[in-house]
């Protein structure tokens, strides 16, 4: 690894680390209230009271960042999570059984990715009620394509591999083969996929909740803190919109470069130097 | 590669067929029965009898596959229904938005393309140099940037402060007019997945230009700026389009965002109108037509990948999947 | 005295981070007008960085140091860009090892003559085209127009071999470079292929330069002989002289290796009636879809034959001749549609019967340490009381291992050692039948003379019987008592090692007259009978 890259990676933890630790002990660290609406102080620029500013509610547009983030990670984490459940169970019975159901499976798979993921999450909050939670399931819903994808690829290749053959050989059984030999070498995959999957679901939440189908308003997250700023942005208040955007970019920066990190410690040693010796 | 059209023709049928029954299941799926969907209100006002007589006429009685298969023709034949909120054909309101969301979506191509293809076989020759490091930052940040954000951002900058662009609509005169207005959101809706595009083709690159075949053709003594154009860029090239195939979907789906904040009149803005209408026939034309358009795009991409690559068009007769 | 085409002198090169790790050190050699001089060496030994170092092409972060290279009296290191572009285009031919690998596997065959020519020549599109074809055919491709317009992945690996050396060979070179051009190569193929090279070095007095590990391929070959170690030549003579008199240690030991696998091993007494596995009239076919139809390809057909308690029995084939699969059979790795395999040994078929594949690396889960790999077998055959690791020092020992490498992953080893941690691993179910598929295909000559003499070892000792599946009839001659041979999916001889060098079956004597020399004066002896025979055809 290149010193420069270490050093970088250090400071992306350390970034992720106290956002981590900002946003859970948000209620000691503000004196504010991010739901408590205060007309006398709308549309304040940043000052010494306001770091950040007041929106036009005037609600501290800081601590509102702070709650927010707890539901923006909240959602992104446990989005993750539900994708990467149903993609690589998915994937791995797709994979793993070959033939016909493999076939029939990979069709839907098609069909389900070639709708465009925003119309599908439309698609799908038409018919559950704007809530947290459906915000998590909308998301998880429509992202584990490319991860069932990607682990059936694997694990359909992996089964050609010699080594799969050789185990046979000495006696493994199906489900032997797939705890000891598929499971463990798709586990690479499956982690860095988990990684991209919290910044997808972080985006994805940011942009769902601005189009106004996501986290209902009274509740912050970083993604309708800017729902209505557009409006307001185009009269003079950036800082309205300044800020959750800088916050979501950097996390989502931050997690993305550290799973392509990942990715690269993860390739075998073997294929980094280039082939057998 | 009459055999690979054919088989690739089939399978991307297949996929619509699917599609098009998941469709028809959501469609089922939706809140109130089609009988509602179509009298809204006034159906709890009739009688029983009537309230029957429509569920028999709409064919509700007949098994699933019948209705789905009616509804699947009447698709094809054009028969997409009525827009709740406004009544118009739906047929015609798509006519009407489509036409933008085209223009749009091309001219984000051409920034993706250029820049794409300069930085990315640039950054891919010259491998940890500055420009490579510098690229890569901006790669990721463009990655990470939400693209509503974004233009947001933008809009601050080009129309509030400096004032030179506009932030909404299609222009109307002349085509310096309609310049101004496409080059915000075509310039956000493209640069939203460039990075994916240069790292793909970086990387390609920099693998392709270290293979043995390379160092056979210096060793014939062929020019390096042959080798390059000849061999190495289309080699790389191979996964570069197969990637613009999957993206598709990706960009029409970053232009309903971008089109919403532009009040860029389009499907984009369209569908996201008819959901928070709960207008269903609209939405849902729009959801079939782009994944029609996606499947489409993609079986486009594959042949020309099988076009350029006599490889591709093997590895798939033998069917072993992709 | 000759002139000499090329001379190496004092050639050193090194890592570019670290100028302290030498790759060679002081190599100098000469070519001589005409003369074909072979290096020699094992793998790491330095012999293919000194031939790209001939074209001033090393791979990147390896840089040359010191020293001179010098082509018809002109230093090749100082030449300018367009200088050396028309030296390795026109002066040099290039053969590779890798046959696919060597092509733009997106540009047909044509499109690289075309390249080729319109770079360095002003002909035009047609008569590059006749040249070509010319030149194919020189390379006795049949079908010559067909190879011309077809893809690289199209054609067989022995039919790259060829179309390579007909590129290399296009414009004339003065010298042509060949590295390990027939190592992946059928050995009928490989003496076809050595056979061109030397006759277009007679007919157009080029001279070549032959980097091999094969001594068998030296003697066929060479005139001169450089041989390297570690970086430095060690040893240079002709080739008469390094045979008879060799002086270096490891010139003598390589001697000696190549001798051993080129023994002919006695047959063997079989006392016990019943055998362990016989396999009845064994068919396999494969089905390939053609547009609705289903089209299919014998890969085996009616394959008898019986394998005893402690017997070692080569089964010999070219690529595509059915061997693997039936190997594939054997170990129930894939059905069969006719016939029986009946298995007669004492412990179960699974545990009984076990595997070494050609390429060791391939057949170990990467992310496993050695210690795990070998143990695998233990997992699924427990037995109480064992102790596990205990077992795998043992086997470990068998294979002459040190117990050290336990937690070594196999990527670090070398090709011999990958070859033993597989064999450790299938021995350590104590299996009665250890089927071998093609297990010298990835060593140089040194190591499969150890290989060789461990697996005779490990059948004494364990009365293991063994299947040695290879095309190479030479090593089989040396190990096995029985050998089969096998073509296009049917056994048509089964004969005794000591008795196939006398068949009269038309297709093993073809394989036997592309075995190589065992000695460079063999080469003349043959050449005289040659002679003889042709003047007897003429005669009559």
């Known amino acids: 690894m290149r010193g420069k890259r270490k050093w970088f990676v250090n400071v992306l933890l350390c970034y992720l680390l106290i956002l981590l630790l900002v946003t859970f002990l948000a209620p000691v660290l503000t004196p504010y209230d991010p739901l408590s609406i205060g007309l006398a102080k709308t549309l304040q620029p940043p000052s010494a009271a306001h770091l950040f500013g007041t929106d036009e509610l005037g609600r501290d547009v800081l601590t509102r960042l702070l709650y927010g983030g707890r539901i923006s990670l909240t959602v992104g984490a446990a989005a993750m999570m539900m994708a990467i459940v149903i993609g690589a169970g998915f994937g791995v019975i797709s994979g793993f059984l070959g033939g016909v159901v493999d076939r029939i499976m990979m069709r839907i798979l098609d069909a389900l990715l070639s709708i465009p993921s925003i119309l599908l999450m439309i698609g799908i909050q038409v018919l559950i009620p704007a809530s947290l939670l459906s915000v998590v399931v909308i998301i998880g819903m429509t992202s584990w394509m490319p991860i069932a994808r990607l682990i059936r690829t694997e694990i359909l290749s992996l089964k050609g591999e010699t080594f799969i ?78 800020f959750p955007g800088l916050l979501i970019t950097c996390t989502v920066l931050a997690v993305t470069y550290l799973g392509d990190v990942l990715q690269d410690r993860f390739a075998l040693p073997q294929l980094k130097k280039g082939g057998r010796s | 590669m009459t055999r690979y059209i054919v088989s690739r023709l089939f399978e991307a049928m297949v996929v619509l067929l699917i599609g098009s029954i998941l469709c028809f299941t959501f469609i089922r799926m939706l809140p109130g029965s089609p009988a509602a969907a179509m009298y809204g209100d006034q159906i709890q006002k009739m009688s029983q009898a009537d309230q029957v007589r429509i ?69 891919g020759l010259r491998r940890y140099s500055f420009l490579d490091h510098a690229t890569t930052v901006a790669s990721f940040i463009f990655m990470s940037l939400p693209s509503f954000w974004f233009a947001l951002m933008l809009m601050l900058f080009f129309s509030v402060y400096l004032g030179v662009l506009p932030t909404a609509g299609l222009g109307q005169e002349g085509i310096g007019d309609w310049l101004k207005h496409l080059i915000m959101p075509a310039f956000v809706l493209g640069i939203s997945h460039i990075g994916y595009y240069i790292r793909i083709l970086r990387n390609h690159v920099a693998v392709t230009q270290e293979k043995e075949f390379v160092w056979a053709l210096r060793a014939r003594g062929i020019s390096e700026k042959t080798i390059l154009w000849k061999h190495i860029f289309p080699n790389a090239s191979l996964p570069y389009l197969s990637f613009m195939g999957m993206s598709l979907s990706l960009t029409i789906a970053g232009s309903v965002v971008v089109e919403t904040l532009f009040s860029w009149p389009g499907l984009g803005s369209l569908s996201l109108k008819s959901a928070l209408a709960h207008d269903y026939p609209v939405l849902m034309a729009v959801i079939l037509l782009s994944m029609s358009i996606v499947i489409l795009g993609s079986f486009v991409v594959d042949l020309i990948c099988a076009w350029i690559d006599p490889r591709m068009r093997q590895h798939l007769l033998k069917g072993e999947g992709r | 005295m000759k002139e000499h085409v090329l001379t190496v002198e004092n050639l050193s090169v090194c890592l570019q981070s670290n100028k302290e790790q030498q790759l060679l050190d002081n190599v100098a050699f000469v070519v001589p007008a005409g003369e074909i001089v072979a290096i020699i060496g094992e793998s790491g030994s330095g012999k293919s960085i000194t031939a790209k170092a001939m074209l001033n092409l090393l791979p990147k972060g390896i840089a040359i140091s010191s020293g001179k290279i010098e082509f018809l009296h002109e230093n090749v290191l100082t030449m300018s860009k367009k200088q050396q572009q028309v030296y390795r ?47 194919l055919q020189d390379m006795q491709l049949q079908n010559a127009e067909n190879v011309y317009e077809s893809y690289p992945f199209e054609l ?35 003496a076809d292929v050595l056979h061109l090279i030397k006759d277009w070095s007679t007919r157009t007095g080029g001279s070549v330069l032959f980097i091999t590990h094969d001594l068998g391929v030296v003697a066929e070959m060479a ?29 003598k030991q390589l001697l000696h290796h190549h001798r051993e696998l080129t023994n002919i091993r006695e047959q063997l007494q079989i006392v016990e009636s019943r055998p362990l596995l016989t396999v009845e009239h064994v068919g396999k076919a494969y089905f390939k879809k053609k547009w609705f139809r289903k089209h299919s390809v014998q890969a085996v057909s009616d394959v008898s034959f019986p394998i005893h308690k402690g017997e070692i029995v080569g089964l010999i084939g070219e690529s595509g001749s059915g061997k693997s699969t039936l190997s594939r059979l054997l170990l129930q790795l894939e059905s069969y549609e006719k016939g029986k395999i009946i298995w007669h040994g004492s412990s179960p078929f699974r545990k009984g019967v076990q595997w070494v594949h050609q390429d060791p690396l391939a057949s170990f889960d990467p992310r496993w340490d050695v210690e795990k790999i070998v143990g695998e077998g233990l997992d699924y055959w427990k037995e109480n009381g064992e102790n596990k690791k205990e077992k795998i020092k043992e086997v470990l020992q068998k294979v002459g291992l040190h117990e050290h490498i336990l937690s070594v992953y ?32 990835s060593l140089d000559m040194s190591s499969q003379a150890r290989m060789l003499s461990l697996l005779q070892e490990i059948n004494k000792r364990e009365k293991t019987a063994i299947l040695f599946i290879s095309h190479d009839i030479r090593a089989a001659m040396a190990l096995c008592h029985r050998i089969l041979v096998m073509e296009k999916g049917r056994i048509v001889e089964e004969a005794h090692a000591n008795e196939l060098v006398s068949s009269i079956n038309v297709y093993t004597k073809s394989l036997l007259s592309s075995m190589l020399t065992l000695h460079p004066s063999d080469r003349l002896k043959e050449k005289s009978t040659m002679e003889e025979n042709e003047y007897a055809i003429q005669k009559n």
């Open chain 3, 223 to 251: 005139d001169y002989v450089v041989v390297m170690q570690n970086g430095t030549v060690i040893e240079t003579a002709t080739v008469m002289n390094l045979f008879d008199h060799p002086v270096h240690e490891h010139t």
């Open chain 3, 156 to 190: 067989s690996g022995g039919m790259r071999q060829r179309v390579q050396l007909a590129l290399a060979l296009a414009l004339d070179p003065v010298l042509l470079i060949a590295d390990e051009p027939t190592t992946a190569l059928d050995l009928r193929i490989q």
């Open chain 2, 55 to 123: 569920a028999e006429n709409l064919g509700l009685n007949e098994p699933l596959y019948t209705q789905y298969a009616k509804w699947f023709i009447g698709v094809l034949q054009g028969e997409w229904g009525r827009s709740y909120t406004t009544g118009e054909e739906v047929k015609i309101m798509i006519a009407h938005a489509i036409e933008p969301t085209i223009i749009l979506i091309l001219a984000s191509a051409v920034f993706t393309v250029v820049l794409s293809l300069f930085f990315g076989v640039i950054t």
């Open chain 1, 165 to 242: 053959q050789a185990s046979v050989v000495v006696g493994a059984s199906s489900s032997q083969l797939l705890t000891r030999h598929l499971l463990p070498q798709c586990l690479p995959t499956i982690i860095v996929m988990s990684i991209s999957g919290v910044s997808h679901a972080i985006l994805s939440e940011a942009t769902l909740s601005f189009l106004g189908i996501g986290i209902p308003p009274h509740e912050p997250s970083w993604g309708n803190m800017l729902m209505g700023a557009q409006s307001y942005l185009l009269s003079g208040a950036w800082w309205i919109a300044l």
């Open chain 3, 410 to 441: 196999p990527y670090e080893l070398s090709g011999g050692m990958k070859q033993r941690v597989a064999i450790a691993r299938a021995l350590l179910l104590k299996p009665e039948l250890l089927i071998l598929d093609e297990p010298f295909a």
């Open chain 3, 89 to 135: 285009g026109t002066q040099v031919g290039f053969v590779f090892q890798d046959t696919y690998a060597t092509f733009d596997a997106m540009r047909t065959i044509g499109q690289h003559f075309r390249e080729l020519f319109s770079t360095h020549t002003n002909l035009s599109k047609q008569e590059v085209k006749e040249r070509a074809i010319q030149l």
